[in-house]
């Protein structure tokens, strides 16, 4: 499970990209990953952010880590949950 300043960094990145109405996150022990909700305009979308990208990066490196997957872009056209690794998105 990652450290508060970790999921901050992603909330925080969320939130400047996507500009969402709300953001909800909470831990899956099953997926071994934090889930961020995300919804805006009646629209809403996942990313599934695992422990492995978080034990990979620092709470700093995160946002220009997700910038680089193009976490936003990716959430704005998906209707399913993006999964964020240490190596990059997948479904």
């Known amino acids: ?3 508060d300043d970790k999921i901050a ?3 925080k990145y969320l939130s400047e990209e996507l500009g969402p109405d709300a953001i909800e996150n909470n831990y899956d022990s099953g997926r071994k990953a934090q889930v ?3 919804s805006s305009g009646g629209r809403n979308s996942s990313a599934v952010v695992t422990d492995e990208f978080f034990e990979k990066n620092a709470a700093a490196a995160i946002p220009g880590r997700l910038k680089a997957f193009l976490l936003a872009e990716h959430l704005k056209d998906c209707n399913f949950p993006l999964v964020v690794t240490a190596n990059g998105l997948s479904d």
């Open 1 to 3: 499970m990652a450290d």
């Open 9 to 11: 960094a992603v909330v």
């Open 36 to 38: 961020f909700k995300l």
